[in-house]
Structures are given as structure tokens and as C-alpha cells.
């Protein structure tokens, strides 16, 4: 598999920023019209196209960490990518003049596609933790600048993380007739829900029990996100605040390859209000 963060120059953590800087960058330098490596410049725009979008950039990363250990898949597999990542070139290269007579063909072409579009439509949309278990489809109505209503199936994947945003192509502003309509735009809230808190793939919930059952150790019965039923063995001597790590029970990371996050239990101990005599008891023991 091909390793993108190398291709751009950038480590493995960088932020959106960085990797945006990096591709522009290279970009200035093997752009095809400044007579710059066809080849490099390719290879820089396909991990681009990867590495700034949130979802493939998900997937991208889970198949590098597990692809190659699991049946064999992550060899196989292959990105989809646009072919000139052109949300950012009327950004830096209008100011450039490439090639003989100031002539700028490729960045040209970008603008003038860019230009003939009405505007996007932004929406956001909320779902809790508990649908994102599992693939879900919702409508949503949105209004035009025109102030026509206007409705939208969104495909939800399982595992949607917060913030990602869906592209709808041509769903969006068609006030000027005379040219494409522009895109509509869903950006994705991912709420907490049902006592669960989410931490990128992993799962968090509390569990309460008494002293006596964190001294001896008990079984707990756990009901999950997927409306399923799961035992927790809590070792005796359980400190408060312990977090039992229950592996594969948090969210969903690649359906083809089965891989999901973790789920951690916090233990809460309550300790109960004793009579005298129950007190003295203890101090026995």
C-alpha cells in the first residue's frame, strides 16, 4: 500500500492544515504547466485527495494498521480518486504565470468549471452514537436561496464519525439557470446517547456497584449500543474509577475487514450506609 504522508513529506499525525500546505507546495513545483514532474505531481494529488477527506482519510489509515494482518485484504484494496484535486487551485495558482505568454491552461480550465456553479448549500445534520452502530439512511428538507423546500436522502456508514461532511452533487443553489447547480453540503453531529460517550472509535460508559461486590469480584450484565447483552467479569479488589477494556465492542471501524473499536467500563463503587452493627461486624472481619 502506497504511503501517502510519505508522498506529501508530512508525518503521520499532521493536521488538515499541513497536509493542504504540503500538497501546495509540490503542487507549485510539478504542476504539468510549469514544466514539473507529470508523475509527482499525479502521485501528490492522489494521496491529496486521500489525506482531505475525512472518511477516506479513516479508512486509508484503518487499512494501513490492520489491512496487511487481516486475510489479506489491505493489499488488494484501492482509493477512488478525482482526477485533479481542484478545490484549492484557484486558491495559489492565480497568481502564477506558467509557461510561455503567461499561458495558464490547467488552472484556466479549474476556474472557469468553478465559476460556472451556483453556490453550495450547507447543512447539518445530528444522529446519536446508537444509530452510527449500524448503516442508516435519513431525509432531510433544506431550503434553496430561492426559498423552494427541497428534500435529500443521506446514506449514513456505520462508524460516521463527527464532523464528516457528505457531498451531494448538483443538490444545491440552482438560482442562475444558466449554469450547473451548485452542491449541497452535510456535515455530520454525532451525539452521545443511552449513558455511552464516544472517543474517536472507542466507547465509554459507567458502571455502578457496591463495596462488597468490588472486594469479592462479580459478573455484570451490560446492555450495548446494539441492543445486546454482554458480561463483565469485575476482578475482586476493583479500585474505583477502573476502567475494564471490553475489545471489539465500540464502534465500527471497516465493515469488510470486521474491525471495530473497544468499549471501556468505568467502574463507580458506592458505598452504602451501615447501622452500627453492621460496622462492627466489618471491623471483625
Given at each position: 500500500m502506497k504511503n501517502y504522508y510519505d508522498t506529501l513529506g508530512v508525518s503521520d499525525d499532521a493536521s488538515d492544515r499541513e497536509i493542504k500546505q504540503a500538497f501546495k507546495s509540490i503542487a507549485k513545483k510539478e504542476h504539468p504547466d510549469r514544466g514539473g514532474d507529470t508523475t509527482k505531481?499525479?502521485?501528490?494529488?492522489?494521496a491529496y485527495d486521500t489525506l482531505k477527506n475525512s472518511s477516506k482519510k479513516q479508512e486509508y489509515d484503518t487499512l494501513r494498521k490492520y489491512g496487511q494482518n487481516i486475510g489479506g485484504h489491505g493489499s488488494g484494496f484501492k482509493f477512488t480518486t478525482s482526477s485533479f484535486s481542484d478545490d484549492i487551485f484557484e486558491d495559489f495558482f492565480s497568481g502564477f504565470s506558467f509557461g510561455e505568454q503567461?499561458?495558464?491552461?490547467?488552472?484556466?480550465?479549474?476556474?472557469?468549471?468553478?465559476?460556472n456553479v451556483n453556490r453550495s448549500i450547507n447543512v447539518r445534520m445530528s444522529i446519536s452514537i446508537k444509530e452510527a452502530m449500524s448503516s442508516i439512511e435519513k431525509t432531510i428538507s433544506y431550503k434553496l436561496p430561492s426559498g423552494k423546500e427541497e428534500f435529500a436522502t443521506v446514506k449514513i456508514p456505520a462508524g460516521c464519525q463527527?464532523?464528516?461532511?457528505?457531498?451531494?452533487?448538483?443538490?444545491?443553489?440552482?438560482?442562475?439557470?444558466t449554469v450547473l447547480r451548485g452542491d449541497l453540503?452535510?456535515?455530520?453531529?454525532?451525539l452521545d446517547s443511552d449513558g455511552y460517550t464516544r472517543k474517536n472509535n472507542d466507547l465509554y460508559t459507567d458502571k455502578v456497584i457496591n463495596c462488597f461486590d468490588a472486594i469479592r469480584g462479580c459478573e455484570l450484565k451490560l446492555k450495548t449500543l446494539t441492543n445486546t447483552?454482554?458480561?463483565?467479569?469485575?476482578?475482586?479488589?476493583?479500585?474505583?474509577?477502573?476502567?475494564i477494556l471490553c475489545k471489539g465492542q465500540g464502534?465500527?471501524?471497516h465493515k469488510t475487514l470486521n474491525i471495530r473499536g473497544n468499549l471501556y467500563v468505568k467502574i463507580i463503587i458506592l458505598i452504602p450506609e451501615l447501622s452500627q452493627t453492621d460496622l462492627n461486624k466489618i471491623k471483625d472481619l
Open positions: 505531481f499525479k502521485e501528490a494529488n492522489e503567461g499561458t495558464q491552461p490547467f488552472a484556466r480550465t479549474m476556474r472557469r468549471q468553478r465559476r463527527h464532523g464528516v461532511t457528505f457531498k451531494y452533487r448538483g443538490m444545491g443553489d440552482n438560482s442562475d439557470s453540503l452535510v456535515q455530520m453531529s454525532v447483552t454482554i458480561k463483565i467479569q469485575v476482578p475482586p479488589g476493583t479500585q474505583p474509577n477502573t476502567l464502534m465500527p471501524i
